[in-house]
């Protein structure tokens, strides 16, 4: 198989239904409909999917157009593979419901963490800050 | 491109007559960026047919019953999925079997119209009901579906289990159920044109038939924006300047996209106007087309409306049954309903006959890959050609894909492969070439156990660069050029302009340069001359005894030689003063002379030291950057010290010149001690022998008084320090001056009384 230099390689993905990973941790699920050379997408049909465990819920999102930079991970469905999975789909409430606790949960045990290390001696300098150089 | 596309949109449907002039204009964008020629289909005459078309099916079968059918009975969701690809189903039975013959016999290009067009006006009634592709379905007992059905069906097809998003698309698109009743005015009366077309040729600019061709268009229409397009859009009317010329290589380059391993010409014609079907037409197609709801929705209506439109556009496509669009086509399309030609889709040139309907949209030519390269990819080609089939029928099924046209997809290949183009391959690309080459050598080597590889392989554009020979346009009387800039052409900052000088000036520099190279000529041949003359005494040494006589004579005639070089005139013993200054102008020329007195006979070199003196002030001006001058200072004082008392005068004379030169040889460093030299040695004469002829020299008292006073009255300001001050000046003074100027000369000159 061959495959063309640079963003050009999509086109063969074009009207694919894709899973695209953003930068910011966001799973979209949508039909790719035009791209550019920067990779700039134009998702159609996008759905944002969450995961927490087992389960997983889709946002409808609608027509996304996503800024190529902001692209972690590109990649078709196969669409018959699709249904084979072992994840259970749940309603969009249940789901940021779901998402809410993770991160709630996340939240503590990191707090339980660095008051550990507190303890310890230890301090560890908060994410966040690390993000502004 | 979207914006190019709605204002062009505008102006296309306003004036059409200027459409064929203004086609070159149209994608000079583009042609800026690719080259001429790099996109051929014109999108805006497509365009232009295909609102006329709608204007025109509006008019002919606008009244022909409503056809928007409520909900029909929905049997999507009672199909097995085990459902094949509609469009390989063929119930349509011997009507179907029949135009499928005509199908297949209308592949080629040249009996397609015919083909497309009898079946219009003999058959079309019958198979409108049995042959759209839903009506396959065993459960439906009515032969169109609605939309939404009908999509979910196709889904269903393809993909048996769904996805959720699916149904959470379907339900919010809200697309209303669709139905197509019979009446098939408007199609009646286009069969007979298209079949006229055929037979007289093609028209300049193709009758509006022939937009059931841009599907592709219409999928993508987006709502009428004619408000305002002007925002952000770019002049498409201006006329672009300074554009570079049109290559023909664009041509090549837009093939390559099409076509792997060969370089097959497509007649020009084909870009513009392809033929009018050059697919065959099913039947149901234009009966479609003519039923289509299309004919009440006129662009212009609201958003609500158009929306719908599209999607009914994009009904009556999926409708047709499964057609090319985008990407490989399956492989079974032709025989089945696949070479039909849905009513909006692909641009022509694309689905033409030219290229075989499984062929990869993006390909490339490959003639200037490395050959094992090119060979891999043509086996691969060919392996290509059996799968696929499964993707395309999804794809086929969307009503959504091809949003991005083929050319939009073109043109980011392209721009892609631009980074890659390369004129040296084993300079810029030496490790693809070697990789391949190496390649190669396995292969051959285990040709017998020939496995199959699956590796993936990055295409490069293998081109020759594109010459751009770019010339901006100029404006007699103009101050400057006027520049386009473009990809190719990034704008020039400045653009130099050769002015061609006059003869006159020309001749003038290049007298000077003459002279110039004349000097240093003459001085170069005086050194080698210079270094004969210096390696005589080694020469002489070890030359035996009667040879000696010969090399002295050489010497002596070498030696003249350098002194004639200087001299004016053959019989005249007097130094050139052009010449001396023209040697002396040059720095080389300066330590010539400083090492040639060593080596001239007395009396010549004294003529040397007298020119040198008498163009003193000429020297000296010309010196003042170098100050090379004071290497004179050793072998003139030599020459001095041999000169007699006569000569020595002489010299003084010289140096003193004419009124008004002494003050400015006093302003030079070389000319101060030159002069101390001579009055040096006067002294060193006078002191020395009590009866010295220049005691009774008047002119040696006068030039000394007058030397004297012209020291006492120069400013100490314009009096050079000399290199070396000689003793004995002050007793010189002493004889020619009182005790009070003595005391003032002795300041001014800085003698002290103690180096006496």
New interface residues.
């Given amino acids: 198989m061959n495959y063309m230099p640079g963003t050009a390689s999509l086109i063969e993905d074009i009207d694919k239904k894709h899973l695209v990973l953003l930068r910011d941790g966001r799973t979209l699920i949508g039909f790719l409909r035009s791209i550019d050379q920067f990779a700039n997408l134009v998702l159609h049909q996008t759905v944002e999917r969450i995961h927490v465990g087992k389960k997983y819920g889709d946002i409808p999102r609608g027509i996304f157009i996503v800024r190529g930079e902001n692209v972690v991970l590109l990649g078709e469905i196969d669409l018959e593979k699709e249904c084979d999975t072992v994840l259970q789909q749940v309603s969009i409430e249940e789901i940021l419901e779901e998402q809410r606790a993770q991160q709630q949960a996340k939240q503590e045990a990191e707090k339980a963490k660095l008051q550990a290390l507190k303890d310890r001696g230890l301090t560890v300098p908060r994410t966040d800050m690390l993000d502004e150089y | 491109m979207f914006r190019f596309q709605s204002l062009d949109d505008d102006c296309t449907l306003e004036e059409e007559e200027g459409l064929v002039e203004e086609e070159d204009e149209i994608d000079q964008f583009n042609d800026d960026t690719f080259g001429a020629g790099a996109i051929d289909d014109d999108w805006q005459e497509e365009h232009a047919r295909l609102a006329e078309l709608d204007e025109r099916v509006r008019d002919g079968v606008g009244g022909s019953g409503d056809v928007s059918t409520a909900s029909l009975p929905a049997p999507a969701r009672c199909i097995p999925s085990s459902l094949p690809p509609p469009g390989l189903e063929e119930r349509g039975g011997g009507d179907l079997a029949e135009s499928l013959t005509r199908l297949i016999l209308g592949t080629d290009p040249a009996i397609a119209g015919v083909g497309a067009a009898e079946p219009d006006r003999v058959r079309l009634p019958p198979p409108s009901h049995q042959q759209a592709p839903p009506s396959t379905l065993p459960g439906a007992s009515h032969p169109l579906l609605g939309y939404q059905q009908h999509q979910h069906l196709l889904r269903r097809g393809?993909?048996?289990?769904?996805?959720?998003?699916?149904s959470?698309?379907e339900n919010?698109m809200g697309f209303g159920p669709v139905s197509v009743a019979p009446g098939l005015g408007a199609h009646m009366e286009d069969s007979p044109l298209m079949s006229i077309i055929k037979e007289v040729g093609l028209p300049k600019r193709p009758p509006p038939i022939r937009s059931d061709e841009n599907r592709d268009l219409s999928e993508r229409v987006p709502p009428p924006r004619a408000s305002s397009p002007v925002i952000g859009s770019p002049p498409v009317r201006a006329v672009p300047i300074g554009t570079p010329p049109k290559q023909p290589m664009s041509h090549v380059l837009n093939q390559q996209l099409h076509c792997p391993t060969a370089v097959h010409v497509r007649a020009p014609v084909q870009h513009r106007y392809p033929p009018p079907f050059p697919e065959r037409l099913s039947p149901n197609t234009l009966l479609n087309i003519a039923n289509s709801p299309l004919c009440r929705h006129p662009f212009s209506a609201g958003v609500g409306p158009v929306l719908s439109q599209i999607q009914r556009a994009q009904l009556l496509s999926s409708q047709v049954g499964a057609f090319p669009r985008?990407?490989p086509a399956p492989p079974l399309l032709p025989g089945g309903g696949g070479g039909f030609r849905p009513f909006f889709g692909q641009p022509p040139p694309r689905v033409g006959p030219h290229i075989p309907p499984n062929h990869?949209?993006?390909r490339h030519n490959t003639t200037h890959l490395h050959p094992q390269h090119r060979r891999m990819?043509t086996q691969?080609l060919q392996s290509?050609g059996d799968r696929g089939g499964r993707?395309g029928d999804?794809?086929i099924r969307?009503p959504?894909?091809?949003?991005?046209t083929q050319r939009?997809?073109d043109w980011?290949?392209r721009?892609?492969?631009m980074?890659?183009q390369s004129t040296d391959p084993y300079l810029d690309d030496y490790y693809y070439q070697n990789y391949y080459e190496k390649m190669e050598k396995r292969q051959e080597r285990d040709r017998d156990s020939s496995r199959k590889e699956?590796t993936?392989?990055?295409?490069?554009p293998q081109v020759a660069k594109l010459e751009h020979a770019y010339k901006p346009v100029q404006f007699a009387g103009s101050l400057g050029k006027l520049t386009v800039s473009s990809v190719n052409n990034p704008r020039k900052m400045i653009d130099a302009v050769v002015t061609s000088r006059t003869d006159d000036e020309e001749k003038r520099e290049k007298q000077v340069w003459n002279k110039r190279r004349q000097i240093l000529y003459t001085v170069e041949k005086m050194y080698s001359l210079l270094l004969e003359v210096q390696d005589f005494e080694k020469k002489f040494i070890q030359t035996p005894e009667e040879q000696r006589e010969a090399l002295l004579e050489q010497h002596k005639t070498h030696t003249l030689q350098l002194y004639n070089t200087l001299r004016e005139r053959e019989w005249d013993d007097r130094v050139s003063d052009e010449q001396c200054l023209m040697i002396m102008s040059v720095r080389k020329g300066k330590r010539l002379v400083s090492r040639l007195l060593h080596f001239l006979p007395p009396p010549q070199a004294a003529a040397v030291v007298m020119a040198i003196a008498r163009n003193m002030p000429a020297l000296a001006k010309k010196d003042k950057q170098d100050q090379v001058l004071c290497w004179l200072v050793e072998p003139v004082a030599v020459v001095i010290q041999s000169l007699s008392s006569s000569a020595l005068t002489d010299l003084l004379q010289e140096l003193q010149g004419s009124e008004g030169q002494l003050p400015r040889v006093l302003q030079n460093k070389f000319g101060v001690t030159l002069l101390y030299l001579i009055l040096s040695e006067g002294e060193r004469m006078q002191s020395s022998d009590p009866n010295c002829q220049l005691m009774d020299d008047n002119r040696w008292t006068e030039l000394v008084f007058s030397v004297t006073r012209e020291l006492l009255n120069v400013p100490p300001s314009s009096l050079s320090p000399p290199l070396f001050t000689p003793p004995n000046l002050l007793s010189l003074f002493s004889r020619y001056v009182d005790r009070q100027r003595l005391e003032l000369l002795q300041e001014k000159l800085q003698i002290s009384a103690l180096s006496r």
């Fill in positions: 393809t993909a048996p289990l769904q996805m959720n998003s699916h959470i698309w919010n985008g990407g990869n949209a993006v990819l691969r290509r993707v999804r794809r969307d959504y894909s091809n949003l991005m939009e997809k980011v290949a721009i892609q492969m980074q890659l699956h993936t392989k990055l295409i490069t």
